[in-house]
């Protein structure tokens, strides 16, 4: 992987997230923060324009759903967020996926949204428990949406540079990562896990493995980069590693038609294409070990109105983190959620 910045940048976080009480003023002042808003604009701007291009509609939809993408069911990696709103039980949602997949029956060319996410998990340098999605749906499959990401990421590159580069240069020294993502021609490297695993053969510590199924670890992210390209799709995961939802990639049930784009930190964006009626989901809902009852609904939907669609999701913090070659995501939200106490404290103080 190319190694992007070789000099300090000019512009550095004020690590505000790790202060005590008054610590936004010190973020109010920031020119880090400053720099964060424009490229956070530019994201809100560039992925609207792409979308409505590719013939998607930004939906309107709740941060609450009883239909979480995270279930207690193999093939998870986190934990949801349970609230009471007005007296119901619900939870905030970790990803709108479902209501996508529900929006695509209403807009048959595929919607989108940028909205957040929240995950019940200890935030550290790569990851949030409260954080913004940029995430779509689309009629068609893996490739479709293969060819979608890539079209979006470069769009975005090209949008950040056209709009921030020069203020982006003078800020961190560097930003012909963002000039080779934009102007990369063809698609992006492509490896299956059976050849991502066989490529790291050589090197432990870079396959987990999580009962009958094996995972990718960032050691194993980072060197695939390394060998292979700086941004490379990792596609067709143990189906028993992944979440029920994406469809199969075989008559077996063995792997998954998922993929996950790397670059910079690792997994940027995962994605996948989901079951399209509903005798696979109910299939894939006891291989997981979660209760049908729970996705009643979905499993509705797909009976009534089989739809073929696909979908991703991108951390648009992560992103921004690679944009900036920053290594710790908790100095990229404007307003943190880090290190907050548990209970009501005597005085609020932070917004």
Same mark, same amino acid.
């Given at each position: 992987?190319?190694? $992007?910045?070789?000099?300090?940048?000019?512009? +550095?976080?004020?690590?505000?997230?790790?202060?005590?009480?008054?610590?936004?003023?010190?973020?109010?002042?920031?020119?880090?923060?400053?720099?964060?808003?424009?490229?956070?604009?530019?994201?809100?701007?560039?992925?609207?324009?792409?979308?409505?291009?590719?013939?998607?509609?930004?939906?309107?939809?709740? $941060?609450?759903?009883?239909?979480?993408?995270?279930?207690?069911?193999?093939?998870?990696?986190?934990?949801?967020?349970?609230?009471?709103?007005?007296?119901?039980?619900?939870?905030?949602?970790?990803?709108? +996926?479902?209501?996508?997949?529900?929006?695509?029956?209403?807009?048959?060319?595929?919607?989108?949204?940028?909205?957040?996410?929240?995950?019940?998990?200890?935030?550290?340098?790569?990851?949030?428990?409260?954080?913004?999605?940029?995430?779509?749906?689309?009629?068609?499959?893996?490739?479709?949406?293969?060819?979608?990401?890539?079209?979006?990421?470069?769009?975005?590159?090209?949008?950040?540079? =056209?709009?921030?580069?020069?203020?982006?240069?003078?800020?961190?020294?560097?930003?012909?990562?963002?000039?080779?993502?934009?102007?990369?021609?063809?698609?992006?490297?492509? $490896?299956?896990?059976?050849?991502?695993?066989?490529?790291?053969?050589?090197? &432990?510590?870079?396959?987990?493995?999580?009962?009958?199924?094996?995972?990718?670890?960032?050691?194993?992210?980072?060197?695939? /980069?390394?060998?292979?390209?700086?941004?490379?799709?990792?596609? *067709?995961?143990?189906?028993?590693?992944?979440?029920?939802? +994406?469809?199969?990639?075989?008559? &077996?049930?063995?792997?998954?038609?998922?993929?996950? $784009?790397?670059?910079?930190?690792?997994?940027?964006?995962?994605?996948?294409?989901? *079951?399209?009626?509903?005798?696979?989901?109910?299939?894939?809902?006891? /291989?997981?070990?979660?209760?049908?009852? =729970?996705?009643?609904?979905?499993?509705? /939907?797909? +009976?009534? /109105?089989?739809?073929?669609?696909?979908?991703?999701?991108?951390?648009?913090?992560?992103?921004?983190?690679?944009?900036?070659? *920053? *290594?710790?995501?908790?100095?990229?939200?404007?307003?943190?959620?880090?290190?907050?106490?548990?209970?009501?404290?005597?005085?609020?103080?932070?917004?």
């Amino acid at each position: 992987m190319t190694k $992007l910045s070789q000099f300090r940048p000019s512009v +550095q976080p004020p690590a505000t997230w790790d202060s005590g009480a008054g610590a936004f003023l010190t973020t109010l002042r920031s020119p880090w923060y400053s720099l964060v808003a424009e490229l956070q604009d530019t994201v809100q701007v560039a992925t609207a324009d792409y979308a409505r291009s590719r013939g998607l509609k930004a939906l309107s939809l709740p $941060l609450t759903t009883r239909t979480i993408t995270c279930p207690s069911g193999l093939g998870s990696d986190t934990e949801p967020v349970a609230v009471n709103v007005s007296g119901v039980d619900t939870y905030l949602s970790d990803s709108a +996926q479902f209501l996508l997949e529900y929006g695509c029956q209403i807009a048959p060319g595929g919607c989108y949204g940028i909205l957040p996410s929240f995950r019940n998990e200890v935030p550290d340098a790569t990851h949030l428990s409260q954080f913004t999605h940029s995430e779509a749906e689309i009629p068609g499959g893996l490739d479709d949406l293969i060819d979608y990401v890539e079209g979006y990421v470069k769009a975005l590159a090209g949008s950040i540079l =056209d709009r921030c580069g020069d203020r982006l240069a003078e800020a961190r020294g560097d930003v012909s990562h963002l000039e080779r993502m934009a102007n990369s021609a063809g698609g992006f490297e492509r $490896l299956t896990f059976d050849e991502a695993e066989r490529l790291l053969r050589d090197e &432990e510590g870079c396959i987990g493995y999580e009962g009958d199924g094996r995972t990718l670890n960032r050691k194993g992210e980072r060197l695939l /980069m390394e060998r292979v390209n700086e941004f490379v799709w990792v596609t *067709h995961f143990d189906h028993l590693t992944v979440p029920f939802y +994406q469809a199969f990639g075989d008559n &077996e049930g063995r792997t998954a038609k998922n993929a996950d $784009l790397l670059f910079g930190l690792g997994e940027i964006v995962g994605s996948g294409e989901r *079951h399209t009626d509903a005798e696979p989901v109910r299939k894939s809902l006891a /291989m997981h070990n979660v209760p049908e009852h =729970d996705y009643a609904w979905y499993v509705d /939907m797909k +009976q009534e /109105m089989p739809l073929r669609t696909a979908g991703f999701g991108m951390g648009v913090e992560r992103f921004l983190m690679w944009v900036l070659d *920053h *290594h710790d995501i908790r100095d990229i939200p404007l307003v943190s959620r880090v290190g907050e106490t548990t209970k009501w404290p005597e005085s609020v103080d932070r917004p």
